[in-house]
């Protein structure tokens, strides 16, 4: 039980932003929002997370909706070693369950 | 800094033998979390520590699958009389005192089992 909905699939071409959804409507005024990626064959790396407002590193931006019940991770300039499954977990605690990602594939 | 690691990269084994996986987390983390992933799928989680205690073992499958730590550092996860269904990637991660929920995980590159 991920808690998340994510689309299997993305294309992008690559300078493009890359824009993936997450829906998590039964998330809970304490859990948090994360974005992880795995590029295959490596460990999954941590991206970005946020709770209610908006957040922006070095890799990327996260879009939180005012009811908390999805969020969109974004990369502003994919480029080609952007492609990786991208995970959207929430959660408070341990509770860390990974769903299926979206599977984002940039293209030259 | 080093990060996690984990040892061995790649482990072959019949079925019916037991097998030890070995994660040395990052200095000073001490949370620590063992998942596996299949071929082609998500990561499944198994098991947590905060410190030497695991207060969540529910996503261990079977009893044949168990899990310490010891010093507040290294973790083994050990499966005892293996199945073919037990081949997959054992991932392991640490992250900092398990408090607020806040802190990310920091993964090693992962054992890869194969139950022939």
């Known amino acids: 039980d991920a808690k998340t909905t994510q689309p299997p699939s993305m294309d992008c071409a690559e300078g493009r932003a890359a824009n993936l959804p997450c829906n998590h409507s039964?998330?809970?005024?304490?859990?948090?929002v994360y974005w992880y990626r795995q590029i295959h064959s490596q460990g999954p790396q941590y991206i970005i997370h946020?709770?209610?407002n908006n957040e922006t590193n070095e890799m990327a931006s996260l879009i939180i909706t005012e009811d908390r019940k999805s969020s969109t991770l974004i990369l502003p300039h994919a480029t080609l070693r952007d492609t990786a499954v991208y995970y959207c977990i929430v959660r408070v605690n341990n509770d860390m369950r990974f769903g299926a990602g979206t599977r984002l594939t940039v293209k030259p | 800094g080093a990060g996690v690691s984990q040892s061995p990269s790649n482990k072959v084994t019949e079925k019916g033998k037991d097998v030890e996986l070995r994660c040395d987390p990052i200095?000073?983390?001490?949370?620590l979390y063992w998942y596996r992933q299949s071929l082609g799928q998500g990561l499944e989680f198994l098991i947590y520590f905060q410190g030497n205690s695991a207060p969540d073992k529910s996503g261990l499958p079977s009893d044949r699958f168990s899990a310490e730590r010891t010093g507040g550092s290294v973790s083994t996860l050990t499966i005892q009389r293996t199945q073919q269904e037990d081949s997959a990637v054992y991932l392991c991660a640490s992250s900092l005192a398990h408090t607020s929920g806040i802190y990310e995980q920091y993964f090693g590159p992962g054992t890869r089992l194969t139950v022939t």
């Open positions: 039964t998330i809970s005024g304490n859990e948090y």
């Open positions: 200095s000073g983390h001490t949370a």
């Open positions: 946020g709770l209610k």
